[in-house]
């Protein structure tokens, strides 16, 4: 089931999601919910708050970017309760953008290597290190858990020269080929 978005402005993507357990029910059918979501989108990354659920879950498909980073290729994870542990290296520059923040992309500045604990979807534990296009998706994806958005990290400048166009986001004026939740729809306008 393709799952709709949480539009920049929604509360969710501002919680810090929580850890959740073995037990959490029908996670499965979430996982592939998501993937479902994410692929439908054209998504390389999709956080659970993005689907409204403040918990700390990631799913990841980097293939599109195989050509760029060998690590990418055939790269699909489950990425449950993630913690960056180690971020180190050069800064760089990156141009992101987001399924909650549609049509806008920025440069964003991050460190480039990281090291990732996490459990996948069978529970197995995984620490590994990623660097480059990977490290960019996961450290992107990882902010959500935490209640923070690519725009967040851009000069102040671009901050003010986006405020019009992410209040049309919040409000539905935007042309979005997937479905979403608005927070600042009004109702019966379509
Ligand atoms: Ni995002």
Redesign the pocket.
Known sequence: MILPITAYGHPILRKIAVDIEEDYPNLQQLVDDMYETMHATSGV?L?AP?VNLSIRLLVMDATPYADEDPQAKDFKRVLINPEIIEEEGENWVFNE?????PDIREDVERISNIRIQYYDENWKFHDERYTSVMARIIQ??Y??LEGI??VDRVSNIRKMLLKRRLLDISKGNIDVKYKMIFPLKKKGRR
């Open positions: 990354g956080a993005q953008g987001c399924l909650s923040i992107h994806e902010d959500h958005l690519f």
